[in-house]
């Protein structure tokens, strides 16, 4: 696995370099409104009639517009914990093959487990833990693999690979628009499922509803109390729940049914 991020090496002049280290000013306004494209198509199609795999299609493409990726493939784990193909940017049967590959010993594999993003910024080395893995990709072109955890909540799904044409292909600017697709696809599965258990759905809408009733309450009582307006003892309320990590139904539940003191919710804002 690569050195963290943070920590990773520039390279020396004369050494090769990725694109966007060789020409900032052309990329950087162009990666940002293309990510900013992709992200405002992927919300519409969660909102309208949704296809998990042309988003996921979709997604790929973005982080080849977005960052230095040559290609890119999504995995996703099944029953058992196995990561398996989902989408790729390309059909040659070389990178279905790396992908898979990279599943079982590889970027995606160690991504997947450690819910963290892993990284082989040169194939040709010795160092790294997934020497198969490395000749394949040599063999079909590539210089470099990372691989970046599917998240969901407190859960990895599956992963996101990319292989780069050069070596440290990815910058530290790179992973984090990676790692935001990364999510985006993570989001868009759990979507998928839930539009598929739609009748579940809407048997938890009431419950949702009364989240709301019951924060409303809990604005009157703190109004009350406080001799303040609404918007007031909201703010407060919301500001305790995110200083605390409180879900903001669950201070309300406990401010209505005087499990807290309502001194010690939040402070109130200054005029």
């Not at 990329?27 to 992709?38: C, D, I």
Request: net charge negative.
């Amino acid at each position: 696995m690569g050195p963290a991020f943070g920590d990773r090496r520039h390279p020396e002049p004369g050494e090769p370099q990725p694109h966007s280290a060789k020409h900032p000013e052309n990329t950087g306004n162009l990666r940002v409104s293309t990510l900013l494209r992709s992200l405002i198509r992927s919300v519409g199609n969660l909102a309208g009639e949704f296809d998990v795999i042309e988003l996921s299609q979709q997604l790929l493409e973005a982080c080849l517009d977005s960052t230095d990726a040559a290609d890119a493939g999504l995995l996703l784990a099944d029953q058992r914990g196995d990561l398996r193909i989902l989408a790729a940017s390309a059909e040659r049967q070389e990178l279905l093959d790396l992908l898979q590959l990279g599943a079982v010993d590889g970027p995606s594999a160690q991504a997947y487990r450690g819910m963290s993003p892993a990284a082989l910024d040169d194939l040709g080395g010795t160092a790294h833990e997934s020497p198969e893995f490395g000749r394949c990709a040599l063999a079909a072109g590539y210089r470099s693999a990372y691989a970046l955890p599917l998240r969901l909540q407190r859960d990895c799904i599956g992963a996101l690979a990319i292989f780069g044409a050069s070596t440290a292909a990815l910058d530290d600017a790179d992973i984090g628009v990676g790692q935001v697709l990364a999510d985006l696809a993570g989001i868009g599965i759990a979507h998928y499922i839930v539009l598929a258990q739609v009748g579940t759905v809407y048997a938890q809408l009431p419950a949702v509803l009364n989240n709301r009733i019951a924060i409303d309450q809990a604005k009157g009582v703190l109004a009350e109390r406080d001799s303040s307006d609404m918007d007031r003892a909201f703010q407060r309320m919301r500001g305790h729940a995110r200083a605390t990590g409180v879900r903001l139904a669950d201070l309300a539940a406990d401010i209505v049914d005087g499990r807290i003191d309502t001194a010690d919710v939040g402070i109130e804002p200054p005029d």
